[in-house]
């Protein structure tokens, strides 16, 4: 089975469209875990636009003393800030993304040559505190080994080429080569993450083409969903798919 991990950044961007304290990011993380999720994910930019600081310590909080089995999974680029927030909130796993500050949302997998000498550094730094490491990645059989070569646990197979292009022969082909960037994830001996614009249309296609993914990171899709059959609803629905 697939795990769910809910992105939660989608909820904290509505809430923040006012000075109101709702709706909860804390209140939904506890509806979520309670109908099944597997666990908890954030974004937090510099510019706090949707995660906050305060969201993560309190996260962080909920989490350790409510639901001590729940996975929390940080995301963000490897800047000293995130890595002291990091090493603060001391999640279960921290997903590095190389997303310029500036950007909407995450767009592109990492460069792992380009980037070597940080990753490496970076790496160690947060499996020095014991947290699981994954990176970011594009749909590319090369890049796995390379990201096994500078420490890292797991790949997270960036998917939003394929969910904006399902249904497609154009979809087809990201489904392809999703598929074998997953298998050579697994021949280099990493765990597979996936995340971006996965959907109850398109993960069944995902699941049965993409072999060994542990753990699916969703926020918009099922945020969306939510609006029409609430969050515990659409839990249940997108494990039933991910099963």
């Known amino acids: 089975m697939t795990h769910l991990s809910v992105n939660l950044n989608a909820v904290a961007q509505l809430r923040n469209r006012r000075n109101l304290p709702w709706p909860s990011v804390t209140g939904i993380a506890r509806v979520v875990l309670d109908a099944g999720a597997m666990g908890i994910t954030v974004h937090p930019r510099p510019d706090e636009r949707h995660i906050r600081r305060t969201d993560v310590f309190e996260l962080e909080t909920l989490l350790r003393a409510d639901y001590p089995q729940a996975e929390f999974n940080i995301e963000g680029y490897p800047s000293e800030e995130f890595l002291a927030l990091a090493e603060r909130a001391a999640p279960d796993q921290v997903t590095f993304v190389p997303d310029d500050p500036s950007q909407a949302t995450s767009d592109h997998g990492w460069d792992v040559d380009a980037n070597r000498e940080l990753l490496v550094a970076t790496i160690a730094r947060m499996k020095a505190?014991?947290?699981?490491?994954?990176?970011?990645?594009?749909?590319?059989?090369?890049?796995?080994?390379?990201?096994?070569?500078?420490?890292?646990?797991?790949?997270?197979?960036?998917?939003?080429?394929?969910?904006?292009?399902?249904?497609?022969?154009?979809?087809?082909?990201?489904?392809?080569?999703?598929?074998?960037?997953?298998?050579?994830?697994?021949?280099?001996?990493?765990?597979?993450?996936?995340?971006?614009?996965?959907?109850?249309?398109?993960?069944?296609?995902?699941?049965?083409?993409?072999?060994?993914?542990?753990?699916?990171?969703?926020?918009?899709?099922?945020?969306?969903?939510?609006?029409?059959?609430?969050?515990?609803?659409?839990?249940?629905?997108?494990?039933?798919?991910?099963?």
């Open 129 to 243: 505190k014991g947290f699981r490491v994954a990176l970011f990645v594009d749909e590319d059989p090369t890049v796995p080994a390379k990201v096994a070569s500078v420490g890292a646990d797991r790949v997270e197979l960036y998917t939003g080429p394929y969910g904006g292009s399902f249904g497609t022969p154009e979809g087809d082909k990201h489904l392809q080569n999703l598929a074998a960037t997953a298998q050579a994830a697994l021949a280099a001996g990493l765990g597979i993450n996936a995340g971006h614009d996965l959907t109850l249309e398109n993960l069944p296609a995902f699941q049965a083409a993409v072999k060994g993914v542990d753990e699916a990171s969703i926020g918009h899709g099922i945020t969306a969903d939510a609006l029409l059959m609430g969050f515990a609803e659409a839990v249940r629905r997108y494990n039933a798919v991910l099963a």
